[in-house]
């Protein structure tokens, strides 16, 4: 199973990103899956989640800013990010809580992270 993250980059304070995580290999099925950032220096820490069924779960410091959502048929996460700021600046990690099989426990599998800088 793999995770594959893009879409990070450079963006200027106010603009726009938006991050794609696409799982793929031996997939049974997947439950939540979310987006994680780690900066500098910092813990890891939620961006925001979403269920199988659609329910959301975002960090207070990115309501009203970021929108996670996901397409099941492609097995693909996204997470647009609107009103950049530069403390959003980290790497953010995309993450997906699945099944390979139907007499395996769900695990955490995780992406290689992708780069977000944004300039002040």
């Known amino acids: 199973v793999q995770l594959q993250a893009s879409g990070g980059g450079l963006v200027q304070a106010g603009g726009s990103l938006r991050l794609s995580c696409a799982a793929s290999g031996s997939i049974f099925s997947i439950n939540d899956m979310g987006w994680y950032r780690q900066a500098p220096g910092k813990q890891r820490e939620l961006v925001a989640t979403i269920t199988s069924g659609l329910m959301t779960n975002y960090a207070d410091s990115v309501k009203g800013r970021f929108s996670i959502s996901r397409d099941n048929a492609k097995k693909t996460v996204y997470l647009q990010m609107n009103s950049l700021k530069p403390e959003d600046t980290a790497v953010y990690y995309c993450?997906?809580?699945?099944?390979?099989?139907?007499?395996?426990?769900?695990?955490?599998?995780w992406g290689q992270g992708t780069q977000v800088t944004v300039s002040s």
């Open positions: 993450n997906a809580d699945l099944r390979v099989d139907t007499w395996s426990p769900p695990r955490d599998y």
